[in-house]
């Protein structure tokens, strides 16, 4: 990719283009300049930039000074060099430019979080409540007034929110509408027609609008991908009352035909099981959800806040408690028997344990690494490693803000046009 902007480079210098070609290919480099910014392990000079990119010294500092110019590129302290020559200033994404907002919708919390273009957390927030009986219009009208709230801080940072992002635990189609979350009870939720008049989330930036509305375990997955350098493929699952998974394959998210992939919770553990929410039966939500484990752990009825569940979880288990520990190992081995078989199917070598299960892996991990070992053909010579999500909890508004700011670093012509 890089020696075809070079040549086009060139072809430019010796045949000038047209209006519309010329666009074309400094929208390709300021991508190009600010894409090895991004990815850089320490902050690269212009020349470096020129070296690494095949562009010449001066299309790299034109591309620069736009990219400060639209506060997406700063210049860095100088690192102090031996010998003579004044030392090469490094260049690194600004803090103080564009952010993404993301937010999330689940069964019993909402979410919003701001993520600068650097990869920051500058704002985070979560509102509690059981959302289950409020309907979509009310949830989606407190999830704008979080959003409000996120965009006056980051306003008052110095940021400029470039859109937003919403992850909701369910099916959604490539319009934003949500077909189906079967443990809120929404069906066919037109959510951006519900969120009209509710700035910053019906705004447009570039002629887009400023909201994506995703499944929450895909943004997760993105979340953990770009968060710290995790392995090319991995199954990311989410743990809260429901379960979802995000699939991330050579590093890329797994959407399947329809953007669909991933409903790992309504897998069935047992064909002939309790009945599902979905409208089947012996899900594996019903044996390793987070009210599922709670329930057999016999803490149903007690006086545990949805956010300190976990937690509680993890403290009863350490202390040996009979019932808890029993409770996580048949959800570890249910979790284990379900993975078995995405494992079978995808040739994975990674599950991430995201949500409310990070904080469990102790027990969650054995009974599931012997499911896997049992049922998994490869396993005698390719191991499953399971793993805590860097992100826990936080990882779908995360995610999701951050999905915002890479669609910037990856054309940032569109951000320029504001200036």
């Known amino acids: ?18 209006a519309a070609r010329q666009g074309s290919l400094r929208e390709l480099n300021l991508a190009l300049v600010l894409g090895r910014i991004a990815a850089a392990d320490r902050p690269p000079s212009r020349a470096a930039l020129a070296a690494e990119t095949g562009l010449t010294r001066a299309t ?8 400060v110019a639209g506060r997406l ?3 860095a302290a100088p690192t102090p060099r031996a010998g003579a020559g004044r030392p090469a200033r490094g260049l690194v994404l600004a803090g103080d430019g564009p952010a993404g907002l993301g937010l999330e919708i689940n069964v019993d919390y909402l979410a919003a979080c701001v993520v600068d273009l650097a990869g ?15 309907a979509p219009a009310d949830a989606l009208g407190r999830l704008a007034r979080l959003a409000a709230q996120a965009r006056a801080h980051a306003e008052a940072q110095g940021l400029s929110l470039a859109g937003a992002a919403l992850g909701v635990p369910g099916l959604v189609d490539d319009t ?12 066919d939720v037109p959510v951006p027609e519900l969120l009209a008049g509710h700035p910053p989330l019906t705004e447009t930036v570039d002629g887009v609008p400023a909201l994506v509305v995703d499944n929450e375990a895909n943004l997760a997955a993105l979340g953990e991908l770009h968060a710290g350098g995790g392995p090319g493929s991995f199954l990311h699952i989410s743990g809260e009352v429901g379960i979802g998974a995000g699939i991330v394959l050579d590093g890329a998210l797994f959407r399947g035909t329809r953007g669909w992939s991933g409903e790992i919770g309504h897998i069935p553990v047992r064909p ?18 987070q009210e599922a484990i709670l329930s057999a752990a016999g803490l149903v009825g007690a006086e545990l806040p949805a956010d300190t569940a976990p937690n509680r979880l993890a403290e009863l288990a350490e202390a040996g408690e009979p019932a808890v520990l029993h409770a996580l190992h048949e959800a570890g081995t249910a979790i284990g028997v379900t993975v078995a078989s995405v494992v079978n199917l995808l040739d994975l070598d990674t599950v991430v344990l995201g949500g409310g299960y990070a904080p469990l892996i102790p027990w969650l991990r054995p009974p599931m690494l012997a499911e896997i070992e049992r049922r998994v053909l490869t396993a005698a010579w390719s191991p499953v490693t399971v793993r805590p999500a860097a992100l826990g909890a936080t990882a779908a508004a995360v995610g999701a803000a951050g999905s915002v700011v890479r669609r910037i670093i990856a054309r940032p012509a569109g951000w320029l046009t504001r200036f």
Do not use: F
């Open 73 to 75: 590129v700063t210049e």
């Open 272 to 289: 002939d099981g309790p009945p599902c929410r979905c409208g089947g039966r012996g899900c594996l939500e019903r044996y390793a959800g």
């Open 60 to 67: 790299v500092s034109a591309v620069v000074e736009d990219l």
């Open 120 to 134: 920051e957390v500058r704002h985070h927030t979560v509102h509690r409540a059981d959302l289950r009986p409020v």
């Open 1 to 18: 990719m890089t020696v075809v902007w070079q040549c086009q480079e060139v072809n430019q210098t010796a045949a000038p283009a047209g």
């Open 176 to 187: 934003g509408q949500v077909r189906l979350a079967p443990n809120l009870g929404w069906r």
